[in-house]
């Protein structure tokens, strides 16, 4: 597709045309994966983060974000609950903590490596150095999750203080795909100061890296950040960013995000139904699930992890789509 019917497709009001992008979506999305949706389970193992993205609610500079840590053997005892209940992907969550050192955070994916040889093990803790990428790889990880959150300069430095830097995230990826991750971008819709233009560099810049995954919600508001008073994304802006993903690299993995279905009570179905085929139910503990409050009245805080397996795993058959409990690897 041209710029000019990429920027069509990002800014439409026409919802005909938006249903036959989700229908040409979905068509792809069945050739390649057929009608199986991945379950991955969520562990927000660190609320810490030395980080201050301005969109974020568990920021450095959040005062008021309570903070917590799980300890490896309470990171363990999430893995043997997600494995009891099926689950063949663990996704270790968590801000840029700098308590969890190459050492601490290797010994720990050696440890669930350990204990379960065939599963995927996840990661999504920020940038780090390629020879920290490199010993978590050789300590049994195999993806990582590392959003770009926009591909433009210009509003890259909207959204983040100057410490943090573009190229340093588009390094990161790059690295992390050479090294053998499993590697996962992605980006927000409708962050503050985004224009169309910078979802097509988004897109651009997805074609260029060739991602294995590619995660995309919507902005919502945070409370006590700088972004706190600026509207949410649009539900169906991001559908057809998840479509024209799926369009653009059919062979991609794409989450129907939480953020998604915070934003409007059946945003995950809609997401299955423009494309995207992996979901991520919570396995943290309940107790600190309202901590890890990325943005504003989060779902799937409350209830037990069995709950929200259940509860998925309906919405996905009532959409007309298959769970799967499979490892379900790229295939990128
Ligand atoms: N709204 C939506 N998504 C957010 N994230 C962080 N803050 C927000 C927010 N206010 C997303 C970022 C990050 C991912 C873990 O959560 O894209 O990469
Ligand atoms: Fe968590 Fe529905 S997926 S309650």
Same mark, same amino acid.
């Given at each position: ?48 983060? &030395?980080?201050? !993205? ?37 996704? +270790? ?14 010994? $720990? ?29 050789? %300590? ?7 959003? =770009? ?5 210009? =509003?890259?430095?909207?959204? =983040?203080?100057?410490?943090? &830097? ?36 988004? +897109?651009?810049?997805?074609?260029? @890296?060739? /991602? =294995?995954?590619?995660? $995309?919600?919507?902005?919502?508001? %945070?409370?006590?950040?700088?972004? %706190? ?25 794409? /989450? ?13 179905? &809609?997401?299955? !139904? ?10 943290? /503990? ?27 795993? @309906?919405? $996905? &058959?009532?959409?007309?789509?298959? /769970? ?9």
């Amino acid at each position: 597709m041209t710029d000019a019917e990429l920027l069509h497709y990002i800014t439409t009001t026409d919802a005909e045309e938006a249903e036959d992008l989700y229908a040409k979506a979905r068509a792809v999305r069945e050739k390649q994966y057929g009608r199986d949706v991945y379950f991955r389970g969520l562990i927000e193992f660190t609320s810490f983060c &030395k980080n201050d !993205c301005l969109y974020c609610g568990i920021r450095r500079g959040n005062a008021r974000a309570e903070r917590y840590r799980l300890t490896k053997e309470h990171i363990l005892e999430c893995c043997r609950t997600g494995d009891a209940l099926g689950f063949r992907t663990f996704v +270790l969550q968590g801000g840029e903590d700098q308590y969890f050192t190459d050492e601490k955070m290797t010994e $720990i994916v050696r440890a669930i490596r350990s204990q379960f040889p065939d599963h995927a093990i996840t990661l999504s803790i920020g940038e780090r150095s390629r020879e920290s990428y490199e010993a978590l790889f050789a %300590a049994g990880a195999n993806r990582y999750l590392l959003r =770009h959150e926009t591909a433009s300069e210009a =509003h890259y430095r909207a959204m =983040h203080p100057a410490a943090m &830097k573009l190229s340093s995230r588009k390094d990161c990826l790059f690295t992390l795909r050479k090294i053998g991750f499993q590697t996962g971008a992605g980006f927000m819709v409708g962050s503050p100061f985004q224009t169309p233009e910078c979802l097509l560099e988004d +897109l651009r810049f997805l074609e260029e @890296l060739q /991602p =294995h995954m590619v995660g $995309i919600g919507p902005f919502i508001p %945070a409370s006590n950040t700088p972004f %706190a008073g600026y509207p949410a994304g649009s539900e169906e802006r991001t559908l057809r960013m998840i479509a024209l993903t799926r369009l653009l690299l059919p062979r991609t993995l794409l /989450p129907a995000t939480t953020a998604l279905g915070t934003l409007a009570g059946d945003g995950r179905e &809609k997401a299955m !139904c423009a494309g995207a085929n992996v979901v991520m139910p919570n396995l943290s /503990p309940v107790n600190v699930r309202k901590l890890y409050s990325l943005y504003d009245n989060k779902i799937c805080t409350g209830d037990e992890a069995a709950e929200c397996l259940r509860c998925m795993s @309906l919405r $996905i &058959k009532a959409t007309g789509f298959v /769970p799967s409990m499979a490892r379900g690897d790229s295939l990128v």
